[in-house]
Nanobody
Framework: QVQLVESGGGSVQAGGSLSLSCAVT????????MAWFRQSPGKEREGVAS???????TYADSVKGRFAISYDNADNTLYLKMNSLKPEDTAMYYC???????????????????WGQGTQITVSS
């Protein structure tokens, strides 16, 4: 059974950095599109970053140049490195996985069948 377990959330001041991890069990990455989503109160869940089986990445415009998604095959873990954090980055962050022909942050949450439990990121000004 596929399981995704996130860690690494927390609080930071604006301009700071945080890293998120998503441990993957139950399948081998090469078949799956993996992504990070975030959701803040009253807003829809939005795609932040994605990585496809070939290692190609996409990012939401709001985080380009500040966030970096990666996957470590050795320990089967998805990462999100976040730099220059802003208060508007405050949200619950989720990792997601699915077998998709098109892997992109433009894919809606309904396209992904596997989700982590979420981890909170709070950025203070």
């Amino acid at each position: 059974q596929v399981q995704l377990v996130e860690s690494g959330g927390g609080s930071v001041q604006a301009g700071g950095s945080l890293s998120l991890s998503c441990a993957v069990t139950g399948y081998t990455l090469p078949s799956y599109c993996m992504a990070w989503f975030r959701q803040s109160p009253g807003k829809e869940r939005e795609g932040v970053a994605s990585i496809d089986p070939g290692g190609r990445t996409t990012y939401a415009d709001s985080v380009k140049g500040r966030f970096a998604i990666s996957y470590d095959n050795a320990d089967n873990t998805l990462y999100l490195k976040m730099n220059s954090l802003k208060p508007e980055d405050t949200a619950m962050y989720y990792c997601a996985a699915e077998i998709l022909a098109w892997c992109s942050t433009e894919r809606r949450e309904a396209a992904f069948g596997y989700w982590g439990q979420g981890t909170q990121i709070t950025v203070s000004s």
